[in-house]
């Protein structure tokens, strides 16, 4: 089982779903996975159009020609403890 969700995943999903049952879902599906939460989430069905307006809203760089963008911004800010997504 994968550790503790971190403040910036949850704070994601709360950001992608105002619904409450529908973001328990998606917590304990990544919880038992061991993919990051973008991978899990789309594995679920949330769209990418879904994703990618939720990590624009919390300043996220999600355009590939840009240079400061990352492949999966959520995972990358995770893994390298950043409190905030890269911008």
């Given at each position: 089982m994968r550790p503790k969700i971190s403040?910036?995943?949850?704070?994601?999903?709360v950001a992608v779903t105002s619904d409450f049952s529908t973001r328990f879902k998606y917590k304990g599906a990544f919880m038992q996975?061991?993919?990051?939460?973008?991978?899990?989430l789309r594995?679920?069905?949330?769209?990418?159009?879904?994703?990618?307006?939720t990590l624009h809203s919390m300043g996220s760089v999600t355009d590939p020609h840009d240079p400061n963008a990352t492949?999966?911004?959520l995972d990358y800010a995770?893994?390298?403890?950043?409190?905030?997504?890269?911008?």
């Open positions: 403040s910036l995943e949850s704070a994601f999903l996975s061991s993919d990051s939460l973008l991978t899990v594995g679920l069905g949330v769209s990418e159009s879904e994703i990618e307006q492949p999966d911004p995770v893994q390298n403890g950043l409190s905030k997504l890269p911008a």
